[in-house]
């Protein structure tokens, strides 16, 4: 919603991450999300909310003495992906410390705000369309940090993608990785970093709530 709202929420944030002994933790959101339905969603209001949330940080490391850092994540298909890495370029020595992207469903992309448990309809994790990847590619040119929702419900291959298309450092989730043990090696050997969370893949059900052993394990 407002900013000011927003400005509050990034630093209580902060006020829970300190509670719970982090130092050091990277919030990741998109921009678009958190603007009210009737303002339109011009790069300009985009600015507005990463300067808000870093207002929020700023406050929350002074009282708090926890160091946050903003990820803007953009969603597959929904027209983002450009606005978000001009954001990263304008705002990466302002506590923007990187790009993400993560995928929907084509019904939920045209709404802005969904319920979770419909996220997950949309399979093809990792897009092709040339947007998402000549804009990863441009990323990578101008040194910009790189994680792509991958491998959490879709295949193996969504990973390769994400490294081999998009040149992406890090992995959200990417539990299927497992899967395909050629494409497990790959990852070993480009130290590629795995973004794993055992409570959101029960939530919204990436991993059964009935299986012995979490992936991660």
Request: charged residues 25%; aromatic residues 8%; contains cysteine.
């Amino acid at each position: 919603g407002d900013l000011d709202s927003i400005e509050r929420v990034a630093y209580e944030f902060c006020e829970d991450e300190a509670r719970n002994g982090v130092i050091y933790v990277e919030a990741r959101y998109s921009p678009h999300f958190l603007l009210p339905s009737d303002v339109p969603k011009t790069y300009e209001a985009l600015c507005e909310v990463i300067k808000a949330v870093n207002r929020g940080f700023k406050r929350g490391e002074n009282d708090f003495k926890v160091k946050a850092r903003q990820i803007i994540c953009a969603l597959v298909g929904a027209n983002m992906i450009r606005d978000v890495i001009r954001l990263c370029e304008q705002f990466r020595d302002e506590g923007v410390v990187g790009l993400d992207t993560a995928a929907m469903s084509t019904s939920d992309l045209s709404e802005y705000a969904v319920p979770l448990c419909k996220m997950l309809i949309f399979v093809e994790e990792v897009s092709l369309g040339v947007d998402e990847v000549l804009v990863y590619q441009e990323a990578s040119r101008l040194g910009i940090h790189r994680t792509v929702h991958a491998g959490e419900i879709g295949s193996a291959e969504m990973v390769k993608r994400a490294v081999e298309e998009y040149n992406s450092e890090r992995i959200g989730h990417g539990y299927n990785v497992l899967s395909d043990p050629v494409v497990y090696d790959m990852c070993r050997k480009k130290d590629i970093h795995f973004e794993t969370c055992p409570w959101s893949s029960l939530l919204t059900g990436a991993v059964p709530l009935g299986v012995n052993k979490h992936p991660i394990v």
